[in-house]
């Protein structure tokens, strides 16, 4: 089953769980404020994408805590993205055999149908 990592406010996640319903796809969601992601899960996702990928430097939690101000190595924002899940890019869906960070619309059809 492809569980769907993300808040349910976010955009993003919604067209990603719209796709899925329309395409009569059976997924799982996890509200990653409810169920915060391990320091070991976070380190699995980088490992099959990049920190600067999963780490979302354009959104509000980003800005709220003046990050940029920090210049964040790539521990650094390891470090933050296991203190603060919000700071993940949104939706990260796991197949169980790879991930994809963010909603890309091409990329969801090649993968799913």
């Known amino acids: 089953m492809i569980k769907v990592y993300g808040i349910k406010t976010c955009t993003s ?6 796709f ?6 059976e997924t799982h969601f996890i509200d990653i404020r409810k169920d915060v992601p391990s320091s ?6 980088i490992n099959q994408s990049d920190i600067n990928i999963l780490f979302n430097s354009k ?8 990050l940029k101000d920090l210049n ?4 650094g924002k ?3 993205l296991c203190t603060e899940p919000m700071l ?3 939706p990260i869906i796991d197949d169980s055999i790879s991930i994809i960070v963010g909603f890309d619309m091409d990329v969801y059809k090649s993968r799913f149908i």
């Open 13 to 18: 996640v919604q067209k990603a769980l719209k």
């Open 20 to 25: 899925f319903k329309d395409n009569d796809i």
């Open 40 to 45: 070991s899960m976070i380190e699995n996702w």
């Open 59 to 66: 959104g509000t939690k980003y800005r709220t805590l003046k």
């Open 72 to 75: 964040l190595d790539d521990n």
């Open 78 to 80: 390891f470090k933050w």
């Open 88 to 90: 993940l890019k949104r």
